[in-house]
């Protein structure tokens, strides 16, 4: 790959992620680049590229079904309380009706250094046209992105934002979450920020299987630090995005992750009384950048 300036090196596993083998995967020898150095338009030319690519690819077809099917059941899932009526009513009233997905995307990393990241990127792109998601409509930050990256995504159309949320985002609409390979608490964090009966089932995440999570984790500190995760793993539905052997190192241990309503209905109503924000004390290696801690 002497025409893209990326060399081949062992890739490390994230954590929170799947078990890999020792697969390589293309990283750049100058992953902190600076804004001089990255030529804007030559790297949207290689994403395009990469997404061409991905369009080939039998395995995209299942993705771009995945998406649609779950896509339908969220735009069409009829208000069930008076609390879900005012919400719809305050989306008529501003002019935000659920016609389409939002999305939201969080710790891409590093893509114009690291290949797999380029990929994501790629795909999250196909994502957004399959389900009819306006460019605009989706927002990215990783605290990762150089300046020359965040330009890069506002020359593709993407909204970047500039405040590290930690994962804590409201879902207020239908909303695509694209967490790829991402840190525990990221998921954790969403989760809590949306966990009620309302808001659950108006999520759809693509990102790391929660069962997956859990059978790498110990279920001490998988219940007691990642508790959000550990009770939504027993109500949500899965389904396992496929994967081929030489993309493992980017798509591996992916599912599409909802939550039916039907499935949160059973659950104890104090489930979802006055939920208590995540603090991680007891984990020093957190997987996320904390906004108190990146400057």
């Given at each position: 790959?002497?025409?893209?300036?990326?060399?081949?090196?062992?890739a490390r596993?994230?954590?929170g992620?799947a078990?890999?083998?020792n697969?390589?995967q293309?990283?750049?020898t100058?992953a902190?680049?600076?804004?001089?150095?990255?030529?804007?338009?030559k790297?949207v030319?290689?994403?395009?590229?990469?997404?061409?690519?991905?369009?080939?690819e039998?395995?995209?077809?299942?993705?771009?079904?995945?998406?649609?099917?779950?896509?339908s059941?969220?735009l069409?899932?009829?208000?069930e309380?008076?609390?879900?009526?005012?919400?719809?009513?305050?989306?008529v009233?501003?002019?935000?009706?659920?016609?389409?997905?939002?999305?939201v995307?969080?710790?891409?990393?590093?893509?114009?250094?690291?290949?797999?990241?380029?990929?994501?990127?790629a795909?999250?792109?196909?994502?957004?046209?399959?389900?009819?998601?306006p460019l605009k409509?989706?927002?990215v930050?990783?605290p990762?992105?150089?300046?020359?990256?965040?330009?890069?995504?506002r020359e593709?159309?993407?909204?970047?934002?500039?405040?590290?949320?930690?994962?804590?985002?409201?879902?207020?609409?239908?909303t695509?979450f694209?967490?790829?390979?991402c840190?525990?608490?990221l998921?954790?964090?969403?989760?809590?920020?949306?966990?009620s009966?309302?808001?659950?089932?108006l999520?759809?995440?693509?990102?790391?299987?929660?069962?997956?999570i859990?059978?790498r984790?110990?279920?001490?500190?998988?219940k007691?630090?990642?508790?959000?995760?550990?009770?939504?793993?027993d109500?949500?539905?899965?389904?396992?995005?496929?994967c081929?052997?030489r993309?493992?190192?980017?798509?591996?241990?992916?599912?599409?992750?909802?939550?039916?309503?039907?499935?949160?209905?059973?659950?104890?109503?104090?489930?979802?009384?006055?939920?208590?924000?995540p603090q991680?004390?007891?984990?020093?290696?957190?997987?996320i950048?904390?906004?108190?801690a990146?400057?």
């Amino acid at each position: 790959m002497s025409d893209t300036g990326e060399e081949w090196q062992v890739a490390r596993r994230r954590k929170g992620a799947a078990r890999k083998s020792n697969t390589l995967q293309p990283c750049s020898t100058a992953a902190a680049c600076c804004q001089q150095q990255l030529d804007v338009g030559k790297t949207v030319k290689r994403i395009r590229q990469t997404e061409s690519e991905l369009r080939c690819e039998e395995f995209w077809k299942d993705w771009k079904n995945q998406l649609l099917e779950a896509g339908s059941a969220s735009l069409t899932k009829p208000p069930e309380n008076k609390k879900d009526t005012e919400v719809s009513a305050d989306q008529v009233e501003t002019g935000r009706t659920s016609q389409h997905l939002e999305c939201v995307c969080y710790g891409l990393g590093s893509f114009s250094s690291c290949v797999s990241a380029r990929f994501q990127l790629a795909m999250l792109l196909l994502l957004l046209e399959a389900g009819q998601i306006p460019l605009k409509d989706c927002s990215v930050y990783d605290p990762v992105f150089s300046s020359g990256e965040r330009d890069v995504l506002r020359e593709l159309g993407l909204t970047v934002l500039t405040k590290n949320e930690e994962g804590k985002c409201p879902a207020t609409k239908p909303t695509l979450f694209y967490l790829m390979h991402c840190g525990k608490a990221l998921y954790n964090n969403l989760l809590w920020k949306n966990w009620s009966t309302q808001r659950l089932p108006l999520m759809i995440i693509i990102g790391n299987s929660f069962s997956g999570i859990k059978d790498r984790t110990i279920e001490r500190e998988f219940k007691r630090d990642y508790s959000y995760v550990s009770q939504a793993v027993d109500v949500c539905e899965e389904r396992a995005l496929p994967c081929p052997s030489r993309l493992i190192d980017v798509f591996s241990d992916t599912s599409v992750i909802t939550f039916p309503s039907s499935s949160l209905n059973k659950l104890p109503q104090s489930t979802w009384t006055e939920p208590s924000e995540p603090q991680y004390q007891h984990c020093p290696d957190l997987e996320i950048i904390l906004k108190e801690a990146h400057s």
